[in-house]
């Protein structure tokens, strides 16, 4: 059993970043090896310093942590655990629970950060095995009828994509909109459209401005998508030319 661990803190507030530290230095088992602002960095520093322990603020300035753990699957190759630092509110808390990593919720008191520590330091005195990353992140792929964290203006939140009929671009706003049959949620500001069609294959943009589950598609009538129930008062869903073939082709596959 180490008698010392190692840490790398990624995360881009200052004042985060400054409490963590003041929090490791207590427990004379942690020792930070580096600090990373962006994922970019962070990358670099995991698989230079190859650190025991990582926290992970969950919306980093370049993409969210779990696309960044998504990312390096099949990288870590050593029991590197994961802890998600995060200010968001407590209904991502389930969703990052069902991951296998531990949290922290920002700010955090000091009695929570001994617990999620001490559960740390026990978990590795069981000699944690070398691809417990791998199992972990396993948790994290998409799986039929799960839950998906979707980044909205206020932070995230857990859906089932296939409650969501189709999205939509408001111009003036600048924002993406997911439309459920009770809801409509507003996506954080910078969603592209390449961040909606890699959650699932059932998403099929039919022109700049919408993306629909195809799923829900029962014709096309005049370039007019014709959705199922609950979905059937959508009547502004057109396809433009640059997009009919793709949508054609798609529509037959399923």
């Not at 963590?20 to 960095?41: C, F, G, M, P, Y």
């Not at 459209?193 to 829900?216: A, C, D, G, R």
Request: proline share 4%.
């Amino acid at each position: 059993m180490k008698k010392i661990y190692t840490a790398i803190i990624m995360d881009d507030e200052p004042t985060s970043i400054s409490n963590l530290h003041a929090s490791l230095e207590k427990t004379n088992r942690i020792e930070i090896v580096d600090i990373a602002s962006n994922v970019q960095k962070g990358k670099g520093a995991i698989l230079a310093d190859r650190p025991d322990l990582l926290f992970l603020d969950v919306e980093m300035p370049d993409k969210t942590g779990i696309e960044f753990l998504r990312e390096m699957r099949g990288t870590i190759k050593w029991p590197m655990q994961v802890i998600f630092y995060t200010a968001y509110e407590k209904y991502l808390l389930d969703a990052l629970r069902e991951s296998a990593f531990d949290y922290l919720l920002k700010p955090y008191t000091e009695n929570e950060f001994s617990l999620v520590i001490n559960r740390f330091l026990d978990y590795m005195k069981k000699e944690a095995k070398p691809n417990a990353f791998e199992e972990a992140i396993k948790r994290l792929q998409p799986k039929q009828s799960s839950y998906y964290l979707i980044s909205t203006i206020n932070g995230f939140q857990s859906v089932q994509l296939e409650d969501i009929g189709y999205f939509e671009y408001d111009q003036e706003k600048k924002y993406w909109f997911a439309i459920f049959a009770d809801q409509t949620i507003q996506l954080r500001q910078g969603t592209t459209v390449e961040n909606i069609l890699k959650f699932s294959s059932v998403f099929t943009q039919i022109n700049p401005q919408q993306i629909i589950n195809i799923s829900y598609l029962l014709a096309i009538e005049n370039k007019r998508c014709i959705l199922s129930h609950p979905f059937e008062r959508a009547d502004r869903l057109i396809i433009s030319r640059f997009y009919f073939k793709s949508v054609q082709e798609h529509f037959f596959l399923i």
